[in-house]
């Protein structure tokens, strides 16, 4: 185990999240505000300690590297999350060190599960600090690799692979490092052109940015304590779009930018997305109009939020779905379950596993009547190895045991049921709005101390994939 290349990589992302920190401290400048000691504070042990380890494992010895690269991106999380939370302790906006660390990885995974309960009257600069982390989290893998593949060999594709599966399957360009930039630079783009819009309806420029943060992201921390629900009809639409763009395999847009209209029409994958939000958003808003008696606009608009918001996993929200029919409560519960593209930001189990899930089980009818039949399972036209197949049927037979699992676990700490299968599995689906006491209307901070410890991994655990924390634990993984 090449210890040495952990902390040598570790220190050098500490480093780096350290540089975010002194944008914060910038922003309590302009707005005049006593919370820049605080920032000041972080800034120094972080980027202190991020810098001594960098410095004093220089002589690391560079290589391959497999076994390390899953130990670098599930710890990455965990020392930036614990760095994290250091602004909101110093500051005293969350002084419990398990809240604070809670709403720090919850920021990172981009889940948007929150403990404060009046968001508006956090200082500017914790406002952009929550909103960083989405930022930062949101294309995370794209980030690792630009900033360690230079210090890897092979293994930097590993690494790659192991925090996302599917966000290579569509390369941009031969070399894994130019098509992380290619998809950074399209997240980049994304961003500017929704701050842009937002501000064309009189949104200001920080809560502008902060929104658009938390949209591209799949985040959902807001500025505002109703979160979306105060804005105008045009933003609210603008957000829909743009988590529509954010649910979408990035690969896409740079196939559109380069005109290769091939590429971009025969990913079935978008398209059942595209399906699944227009089929589900039209039955909402039926159920609104006839159910919950809001007018067309009104019921369209709602229903096509909170579906989008939820299938994106980005836990924006315009109304309290917790307060709707409870036919409406189950469709938002399973819409936790679905996600949006791989290659996307969003968090979930992601359409294209469905898909695979899907075509095993017919495959294996028409294997009943034609045994001797080779009937091979393709997608976009190109036929899925059974070894996808196998990892993909493993991923969704142990994410239904962890959820059960965890469940079980949250409602030992004391909440009812429903709220605990709804905490869950927003934090596995990475969501956060969930059910019950945890619903849109409400937040994650009277629930017990242990049980904000649980769903931390499991936000942990859903944001990088399952498999890629959880080798880590493996006796067999630590033999080799």
Not at 215 to 243: E, H
């Amino acid at each position: 185990m090449n210890k040495k290349a952990i902390i040598h990589i570790l220190g050098l992302i500490l480093v780096f999240e350290s540089a975010f920190m002194l944008l914060c401290i910038i922003v309590s400048i302009l707005y005049n505000e006593h919370d820049i000691r605080a920032f000041g504070y972080s800034f120094i042990i972080t980027f202190f300690t991020g810098g001594i380890c960098w410095l004093c494992t220089r002589d690391f010895e560079r290589g391959k590297m497999k076994r390390e690269s899953f130990i670098i991106v599930t710890l990455v999380w965990v020392i930036m999350s614990l760095f994290g939370s250091l602004p909101y302790v110093f500051s005293g906006t969350i002084p419990s060190f398990t809240n604070a660390f809670f709403e720090t990885i919850s920021g990172f995974t981009t889940t948007g599960a929150s403990v404060v309960s009046d968001i508006e009257a956090l200082p500017h600069c914790i406002l952009f600090w929550r909103s960083i982390t989405h930022l930062i989290g949101g294309m995370g893998i794209i980030v690792l690799a630009i900033a360690i593949l230079p210090y890897f060999g092979f293994g930097g594709m590993q690494l790659f692979s192991a925090e996302s599966a599917g966000v290579v399957n569509d390369k941009l360009h031969p070399q894994i490092q130019k098509t992380a930039s290619s998809l950074w630079r399209i997240y980049m783009l994304l961003i500017v052109l929704e701050t842009v819009f937002l501000m064309l309806g009189n949104m200001p420029l920080f809560d502008a940015l902060c929104h658009s943060f938390g949209t591209l992201a799949s985040g959902g921390f807001s500025t505002k304590n109703d979160s979306i629900a105060g804005y105008s009809p045009y933003i609210q639409y603008v957000i829909i779009v743009f988590m529509f763009f954010a649910g979408t395999n990035f690969a896409l847009f740079y196939f559109i930018w380069k005109k290769k209209w091939d590429r971009f029409k025969r990913n079935r994958e978008f398209r059942i997305y595209g399906g699944i939000v227009l089929l589900v958003s039209v039955c909402v808003s039926l159920a609104l109009m006839f159910v919950e008696h809001y007018n067309i606009e009104e019921a369209f608009r709602a229903g096509t939020f909170q579906v989008v918001s939820i299938l994106t996993s980005t836990g924006f929200a315009t109304a309290d779905y917790g307060a709707w029919h409870p036919y409406l409560n189950f469709v938002m519960f399973l819409l936790m379950f679905g996600g949006a593209c791989v290659g996307s930001t969003s968090g979930g189990v992601k359409i294209f596993r469905h898909i695979i899930l899907i075509k095993s089980i017919r495959t294996e009818f028409k294997r009943m009547t034609h045994a001797s039949a080779v009937i091979p399972i393709k997608i976009n036209s190109r036929s899925v190895s059974s070894e996808v197949v196998y990892k993909v049927l493993a991923f969704l037979v142990l994410y239904i045991i962890i959820f059960a699992v965890g469940s079980l676990a949250i409602t030992i700490t004391g909440l009812d049921i429903e709220s605990s299968m709804g905490a869950v599995a927003t934090s596995m689906g990475g969501i956060g709005p969930g059910l019950g006491l945890v619903g849109p209307a409400n937040n994650f901070s009277a629930i017990p101390d242990a049980a904000k410890w649980i769903l931390s991994f499991l936000m942990l655990l859903g944001r990088l994939e399952l498999f890629s924390v959880l080798i880590i634990f493996s006796p067999h993984f630590w033999r080799g």
